[in-house]
């Protein structure tokens, strides 16, 4: 016995010094990412889940406000005119949505609108057939001017020539807004042509889980701009203090030369004002105003609650992690509605007001309480070949963007790396009048709550439907300040670009052309956007006029994800693909089996679409 317990103690000793000195184990490949509690085919209960689906519809908000602030006001429309447009781009968003959860690529994420369509927009806008807008009822004004002149004292004629002027700066937005949807459709049908047809799916089969690490990183990366830049200089379209009094100044001179010269053209008058004031306004129209009051404690109180709060909290820690958008966003929104109450920003020039007040933002009080967007409600679209020609290249920079956004939120829905031929079916789903791309920040979201179910981001479009309609309520959300939402997004996207970074796990990483192409892709996805950014807002572009080609270069070359991922495909298929060993590298034998539809079975449960339509729609 004693023996037999010798030979148990001399075991256990062996036991030990073998786990004492065991090597260490690199971490196991994961096809689909663990640790997510509800997968994309999974719901969370009901009341759970219409809190995270509202969650989503709030990060909605932070671009479907922002893109109509900055272009509405230089097409001449006013805070009626941007209302009508952020809740026609939410509606729009929402049914998107829908379709694209039922339809389209079935993954669980949201359709917004995109960045990328602001450069050819601008173009459009600053086109001289929309500034040097003639009107057609000209004579007829100036009959009836002419005829009050000799009894109307001066300040009531002047009253009806400033309304004439805000007359025609009104049929100058619908105007150009007419052209911008005509030069939409012709990118949508662009889009439709690529996706449906299949031809994105044949350029995404060439991708490699190398390829797609610097494609999918720069999808939250490459939107840097949006978080802490926003957080402490809050971008806003305003009036600078010098543009005002020019542009009064203009009126001015304007009213006085037309009440006076009789024979001088209504119009004429009114497109010289409008010409010179767009050419002091415009170089002031996008200002930065300081508000990092707002949204510093924003980014601290969204790090502490989903990060460390847990922590003390075990029992809790689902709820603190789910939920901490909501808890994050009202509590910032409380102080800032406690700094607006008080003085601290009496005494601020008015662009920091704009910012950081949340009674500034012009949408609770022009927005009706019930409204119902519709087609065409600006009038029939206008059509011009150069304008749609230049809308193609952010069409074609958005399929880049979205593609990488598949990407990540199959990785945080537990699913499988999404098949080209599904890839190219949500593609041509984003072809619509507001040609829309998938909102890298709600991926972000979905990493955040642990959460990829496709029901809660159903229940999110029903929101935006739902706010878009009943527009006072929508408005009341949307007055959020801006920095409140980029806080958000400095977290939010710190979990995009790392979906990314986990695809390294398929690749070997001690091979120096895996580490060259990396660290390549990474630096000129910085570096080059950064120089046709500089280019696009001074230097030699501000002295020289621009035409279709240099937009079209502008448009591709400033997106961080577009060129990170042409510059990662093209050394990859030039310097990976000689031999198995190289293939192996880059993760190829891994890839391959999802190049696919029919190659992996668990692609029916997370792609297949609903009511049998496999069946007439079969995915390759």
């Not at 079916?425 to 909102?439: H, P, Q, V």
Request: with cysteine; net charge positive; aromatic share 16%.
């Amino acid at each position: 016995m004693a023996q037999n317990g010798g030979d148990g103690n001399d075991g256990g000793a062996a036991a030990t010094n073998s786990k004492k000195f065991e090597a260490p184990q690199p971490h196991s490949v994961k096809e689909q990412l663990p640790g997510i509690q509800y997968c994309i085919n999974s719901s969370p209960p009901w009341p759970e889940a219409i809190i995270l689906g509202f969650q989503h519809y709030l990060l909605t908000l932070g671009i479907t406000v922002l893109i109509p602030s900055i272009i509405v006001p230089q097409m001449g429309g006013g805070n009626t005119e941007k209302a009508a447009v952020i809740q026609n781009l939410l509606f729009v968003s929402g049914l998107s949505t829908l379709f694209q959860s039922f339809f389209g690529t079935r993954l669980p994420i949201v359709v917004v609108g995109s960045y990328a369509y602001l450069i050819p927009v601008t173009s459009i806008i600053q086109a001289s057939r929309y500034t040097s807008y003639s009107d057609p009822y000209e004579r007829v004004r100036v009959t009836l001017l002419k005829s009050a002149a000799s009894f109307l004292p001066a300040y009531f004629r002047s009253l009806e020539i400033e309304f004439h002027i805000n007359w025609i700066i009104l049929q100058r937005f619908v105007r150009t807004m007419r052209g911008i949807q005509g030069a939409l459709i012709g990118a949508a049908f662009f889009q439709c042509t690529i996706g449906f047809l299949g031809l994105w799916r044949n350029a995404v089969r060439f991708l490699s889980p190398l390829s797609v690490v610097p494609y999918v990183t720069f999808t939250g990366l490459g939107l840097y701009h949006l978080g802490f830049p926003m957080v402490g200089d809050q971008i806003s379209v305003c009036m600078t203090a010098h543009g005002k009094y020019l542009k009064t100044v203009l009126l001015k001179s304007f009213i006085v030369l037309f009440s006076v010269v009789d024979n001088f053209s209504a119009t004429a008058a009114i497109s010289c004002y409008i010409i010179l004031a767009d050419s002091f306004l415009f170089p002031h129209l996008i200002k930065l105003a300081k508000c990092v009051e707002v949204g510093l404690p924003g980014i601290i109180l969204m790090v502490f609650i989903s990060q460390f709060l847990p922590r003390y909290l075990e029992s809790k820690r689902s709820l603190c992690g789910r939920f901490s958008i909501l808890f994050s966003v009202s509590i910032t929104w409380l102080f800032a509605q406690l700094l607006t109450s008080t003085t601290v920003y009496k005494h601020k020039p008015e662009n920091t007001q704009i910012s950081c007040r949340t009674d500034r933002a012009g949408l609770i009080s022009t927005a009706p309480w019930i409204y119902l967007p519709y087609p065409f409600q600006w009038g029939s679209p206008t059509f011009n070949a150069g304008d749609a020609i230049v809308m193609m290249a952010p069409a074609f920079v958005s399929l880049f963007e979205s593609t990488g956004t598949f990407f990540a939120a199959a990785r945080y829905g537990s699913a499988t790396p999404v098949p080209p031929s599904v890839i190219s079916r949500g593609a041509g789903w984003l072809a619509d009048l507001y040609t829309l791309l998938f909102n890298s920040e709600n991926v972000g979201l979905l990493a955040l709550t642990r959460v990829g179910s496709r029901r809660v981001i159903q229940i999110s479009a029903g929101f935006m439907i739902f706010f878009s309609i009943f527009a006072k309520f929508g408005a009341f959300f949307a007055s959020v300040p801006l920095p409140i939402v980029a806080a958000v997004y400095c977290v939010l996207f710190s979990f995009v670009s790392s979906a990314g970074l986990s695809f390294l796990q398929f690749c070997n990483l001690n091979s120096f052309k895996t580490k060259f192409i990396l660290g390549f892709s990474f630096f000129m996805g910085l570096s080059v956007p950064q120089y046709f950014r500089e280019y696009f807002h001074g230097g030699w572009r501000s002295a020289h006029p621009t035409g279709l080609f240099s937009d079209i270069v502008v448009v591709i070359f400033m997106s961080h994800t577009t060129v990170a991922a042409l510059v990662a495909l093209f050394f990859d298929l030039t310097l990976c693909r000689e031999n198995d060993e190289s293939r192996k590298d880059i993760g190829l034998n891994w890839w391959e089996k999802f190049s696919f539809y029919k190659s992996d079975v668990r692609n029916d449960e997370f792609y297949a679409l609903p009511f049998r339509l496999n069946k007439l729609f079969p995915s390759i």
